[in-house]
């Protein structure tokens, strides 16, 4: 298997200063996954933290032409490949070459290439060669490599589940709820994760989102209403209007107008710091049946308010109730 690549200056950019940072604060370790048409960093999609077990998933996936110029991945498995690597490893190496491409232009006009590519190559010390991720840094008058160790590339089958996984990922709630004020959510989050580690937590048709963590001797719970809606959506009773947040929230899912589930304070701490790579619009929602609590953040084209449909970014935190529907 082979994958050689040459960075964008805006694709570099944005894994060094948005995506990397974010995602180190999710996970220490991270799968890279090469297609022929998307470069993708997936946390925690497989090994006994998935889906069934503890903590959250997230992916970023990007269109190559995104983050590359020039872009060859190729294996006998359909020309994917995919590894894993230490997340702040490979933000060092990435940072490492931007500080060399600054400081050294290249010659005339073109400029200065980060080129990265996956070797073996058998280290001082070593009896066999190991697997990088290599960067090559050249200037007018240098180039700087850098070697990133990574795992051995994952077998077929372990790219199947990997894909798998990934499918599975990408369904959808039925409704999503877009939570406009991001600090005032993270400043709420800080509150609540001082009274209790479980967190209810209710999306509703109607625009609403709500947080309530409940202990043997106090419930405290707050209420973002009316906002805006993406997919199924229903009017709220006007005589919901006149009872407790709590209640209300209980009647919508008994109307089968809302779905509640129960996560980890600590895993949805670590989803906020996905605000890291700055989105331009976040949205919350439940999977069907309860299976998880789904954040998605939205990026747009740059000037516009235009989808990017080049970059795909959300988490998926896993449940600690069945849920109801």
């Not at 948005?18 to 997936?42: E, N, S």
């Not at 490492?96 to 010659?107: G, R």
């Not at 989105?279 to 919350?284: G, I």
């Amino acid at each position: 298997m082979k994958f050689k690549a040459s960075f964008t200056d805006d694709g570099i950019s944005l894994l060094d200063k948005r995506f990397l940072p974010a995602i180190d604060k999710v996970g220490r370790v991270c799968h890279v996954y090469l297609t022929p048409t998307h470069a993708m960093l997936l946390h925690n999609l497989l090994g006994s933290t998935g889906p069934e077990g503890d903590g959250p998933q997230c992916v970023a996936q990007f269109a190559k032409d995104l983050l590359f110029r020039e872009y060859n991945v190729s294996s006998r498995d359909g020309n994917r490949v995919a590894f894993s690597v230490d997340v702040a490893l490979l933000h060092r190496a990435i940072r490492s070459a931007l500080a060399v491409h600054a400081q050294s232009p290249a010659d005339g006009d073109a400029p200065a290439a980060i080129q990265v590519k996956l070797v073996n190559k058998q280290t001082p010390g070593s009896r066999s060669a190991a697997p990088f991720l290599t960067f090559e840094t050249k200037g007018a008058r240098s180039a700087v490599v850098q070697d990133v160790p990574i795992s051995k590339p994952l077998s077929r089958s372990d790219v199947a589940r990997l894909q798998d996984a990934l499918d599975a990922a990408q369904e959808l709630p039925e409704t999503l709820v877009q939570v406009p004020d991001l600090q005032q959510l993270q400043n709420l989050v800080d509150r609540l994760k001082n009274i209790g580690d479980l967190l209810s937590v209710t999306v509703t048709q109607y625009g609403d989102l709500h947080l309530q963590v409940s202990t043997s001797l106090v419930t405290v719970g707050s209420e973002f209403k009316r906002l805006r809606i993406l997919g199924a959506r229903a009017n709220a009773p006007v005589v919901d209007q006149n009872v407790s947040a709590t209640i209300r929230m209980e009647m919508a899912v008994e109307r089968g107008e809302a779905l509640s589930v129960q996560v980890s304070m600590k895993h949805l701490v670590k989803s906020l710091q996905c605000h890291l790579a700055k989105p331009d619009c976040t949205f919350y929602g439940i999977a069907p049946n309860g299976a998880c609590l789904t954040v998605i953040f939205q990026y747009f084209i740059p000037g516009t308010r235009l989808t990017d449909k080049s970059i795909s970014f959300y988490c998926r935190l896993p449940v600690l109730d069945p849920g109801t529907s």
